[in-house]
């Protein structure tokens, strides 16, 4: 029997590098973390529509995210396939021991530019 394995995505986090701008707004650097075995399943059509009258935005691609990780994906950008995607909305997450495989958060991306 095959076992699932994903693939490796970049996480884009948003650090503060320390200093402001003229208007007193702290200045982010983009930090890239490559993060492992991430299944990347385009959404179904439904899901498309849901997505579209809940928060007006085009869900393209569904991640599911292994259990190991503890990174923020709320709003969260990625770069996979050469482009790069907005997490939309928050994590969906199960609850970890009465889920078998290696994965307990799913979020949905939308292309971003």
């Known amino acids: 029997m095959a076992r699932l394995k994903g693939v490796t995505i ?5 650090e503060p590098t320390g200093s402001v701008d003229g208007f007193g707004a702290p200045i982010c650097a983009d930090v890239e ?6 299944l990347i399943a385009p959404v179904s059509s439904e899901d498309i529509v849901h ?17 190991s990780d503890e990174h923020d994906w709320t709003d ?15 994590p ?22």
């Not at 973390?33 to 991430?38: D, L």
């Not at 579209?52 to 599911?64: D, F, P």
């Not at 199960?94 to 949905?108: A, Q, S, T």
Request: charged share 25%; glycine share 6%; proline share 6%.
């Open 10 to 14: 970049t996480l884009i986090v948003h």
């Open 33 to 38: 973390t490559p993060i492992e075995n991430v």
């Open 51 to 67: 997505q579209l009258e809940l928060t007006g935005k085009r869900a393209v691609y569904s991640l599911a995210i292994p259990k």
């Open 76 to 90: 969260a950008e990625v770069r996979f396939f050469g482009q790069r995607w907005r997490v939309i909305g928050t």
């Open 92 to 113: 969906l997450e199960g609850i970890e021991p009465l889920i078998p495989l290696d994965w307990n958060r799913k979020v949905m991306v939308e292309r971003y530019e």
